[in-house]
């Protein structure tokens, strides 16, 4: 009995000797498996701080000093007179004014240059806050892994007007360098003359430049009557523009203007009611064109679709306009939080 007693102890101690084994064993070879099994955690857990990191810095984006607001704008709609205001204020307001020069004065950029572009804009923070503006086509920033795109803004003119001031301009240049000689100079033809003799200088397609600049970059956008390339254009004024305004009323798109964006564009609309220099760059010598030309215009559909365009252009405006006051049209519109909850 005792002997038998004593080889149950004997047991005991190699079963518990066993177990105690086990025991170390499995710790020893658990902990390399939760080693492995913490690798990737920790990796998670590492991007879930760079990712809390990344959220910082977005909630930290100084959305004032990192401003960039881009003015694709077409030629002769008075885009000099308003990028004129902004180099005359840049100084005073603490912002940067550059021209974008395209080699041969094309409004569409190669694709290398497009890559550039967008990321030279982005990364140049020594110009931020920054006004771009250049004679390109809409381009989508949001195609080229760019976190903050810019604010574009935009001013359209009557069709016919436009081609008529460009019309003159290439022939007479304007008050702003008079004395520069332009492309058409000694071309004494008028514009009516032009549209009876049907010369290529008047034709209804190169009224064709308002709608592939809101258009953007697609081939189509640069096929005269294009109706995909006109709802795109209409599609990218309200979805993708910042605000449009239209050359006749210049000041209430630079009120606007200042009213939005205060940090670049404080005190232009004085600087626009009094400065002398707000209707500078007249084209000379420009004719009215005479009834008879003015109807045979408006019977090409290049000219109904960019003036259906400019007139979606404007009622945009008009809208915007209207909604920056109350009802009423005397009080400027407010808004606030109430009801904030839990307290
Ligand atoms: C753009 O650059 C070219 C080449 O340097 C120059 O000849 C041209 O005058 C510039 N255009 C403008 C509008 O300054
Ligand atoms: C942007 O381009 C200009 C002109 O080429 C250059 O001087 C500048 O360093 C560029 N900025 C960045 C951030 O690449
Ligand atoms: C414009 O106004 C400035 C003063 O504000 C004046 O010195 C200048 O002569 C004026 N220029 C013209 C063309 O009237």
């Given at each position: 009995m005792r002997k038998m007693l004593s080889t149950t102890k004997q047991w005991l101690f190699l079963f518990a000797a066993v177990c105690l084994m086990m025991v170390i064993g499995y710790w020893v070879l658990g902990s390399e498996v939760k080693i492995a099994a913490l690798k990737p955690i920790t990796k998670l857990q590492h991007s879930a701080t760079a990712l809390e990191g990344s959220l910082l810095t977005v909630d930290n984006f100084d959305y004032e000093e990192q401003l960039v607001v881009l003015y694709n704008r077409v030629p002769k709609t008075g885009s000099t007179t308003f990028v004129n205001i902004a180099y005359d204020l840049c100084k005073r307001n603490r912002f940067h004014v550059l021209h974008i020069n395209i080699t041969a004065n094309s409004h569409v950029l190669s694709l290398p240059n497009q890559v550039s572009f967008v990321r030279n804009v982005t990364k140049w923070?020594?110009?931020?806050p920054a006004l771009y503006h250049g004679h390109v086509a809409y381009l989508d920033?949001?195609?080229?892994?760019?976190?903050h795109n810019p604010i574009y803004i935009n001013i359209v003119r009557k069709p016919l007007d436009r081609l008529v001031s460009y019309y003159y301009f290439l022939r007479y240049g304007d008050n702003y360098r008079p004395n520069l000689v332009r492309?058409?100079?000694?071309?004494?033809?008028t514009f009516d003359e032009c549209v009876k003799l049907k010369q290529p200088d008047c034709d209804p397609k190169n009224m064709w430049l308002q709608i592939p600049f809101f258009c953007?970059?697609?081939?189509?956008?640069?096929?005269?009557?294009?109706q995909w390339a006109l709802d795109m254009a209409k599609t990218n004024l309200v979805n993708k523009y910042f605000l449009v305004g239209v050359t006749e009323q210049m000041e209430d798109f630079v009120d606007l203007l200042e009213r939005s964006l205060p940090r670049m564009f404080h005190g232009f609309r004085e600087y626009y009611q009094h400065s002398n220099k707000s209707n500078l760059r007249n084209t000379l010598n420009k004719r009215p064109p005479s009834e008879t030309t003015v109807a045979a215009i408006m019977e090409s559909k290049i000219w109904k679709m960019e003036t259906e365009l400019y007139e979606f252009a404007l009622a945009q405006f008009e809208f915007t306009k209207r909604k920056l006051m109350q009802p009423d049209k005397k009080q400027i519109q407010r808004f606030m939080y109430e009801k904030v909850k839990p307290k």
């Open positions: 923070h020594e110009m931020k920033f949001s195609k080229f892994q760019i976190a492309k058409k100079a000694g071309n004494k033809i953007g970059h697609a081939a189509e956008c640069w096929e005269p009557g294009s």
